[in-house]
């Protein structure tokens, strides 16, 4: 298993790959229309392309012989930045494995990749949003020291899901 940075060749593996990942945890939540309209906005292969190639998005992958099985993405600025009074947070925006890849070990390596990322870019903090009923992934947050700073929501479709706010302080 290695790390690496995607590149613009990635985009139409990271956009399957995101969402595999985001059906696989969340898809009984949603109608099938909220569901594809919100895979076509954000998993779109040309979507995708654009974040690798902008300057906002930093995305990491997990390459496990050739084929992506986990990823995560920095964000700066962040969508919740004024929810915060650190004084320069960035967003982890998306950290996820195919299902069968969850509990090994990968999250924790693109975590730890994260946070080097945030202190080595001199940011104060890290910012995540967690659906409130993904207890598993909350408890994942908070053994790095993330706490629950807000309640917000995430739109998929014309659906709003209650989340919650999640702050590590560096």
């Known amino acids: 298993m290695i790390l690496r940075l995607a590149t613009i060749a990635d985009a139409p593996a990271l956009a399957a790959l995101g969402a595999e990942t985001f059906t696989a945890a969340f898809a009984h939540l949603y109608t099938a229309a909220d569901l594809a309209a919100f895979l076509d906005a954000v ?3 040309d979507a995708v392309a654009q974040e690798i190639a902008g300057e906002e998005c930093t995305h990491c992958l997990a390459d496990n012989g050739g084929k992506l099985v986990a990823y995560c993405k920095l964000r700066y600025p962040s969508h ?3 929810h915060s009074n650190a004084k ?3 967003e982890l925006s ?5 299902p069968q890849h969850t509990g090994t070990g990968i999250g924790a390596q693109l975590m730890e ?3 080097d ?3 080595a870019s001199g ?3 890290v910012l995540l949003s967690v659906y409130s009923e993904n207890y ?3 408890r994942f947050y908070q053994r790095y020291g993330f706490a629950k700073i807000a309640d917000i929501t995430f739109r998929v479709g014309t659906q709003l899901d209650a989340e919650f706010l999640y702050q590590l302080r560096l």
Do not use: E, T, V
């Not at 998306?94 to 195919?98: E, G, R």
């Open 43 to 45: 998993h779109d292969p």
């Open 80 to 82: 919740y930045a004024h």
């Open 88 to 90: 320069n947070p960035i």
């Open 94 to 98: 998306q950290l996820y494995a195919l």
């Open 113 to 115: 990749w994260a946070l």
């Open 117 to 119: 990322q945030a202190r």
């Open 123 to 125: 940011h104060d903090s």
């Open 136 to 138: 598993g992934a909350q």
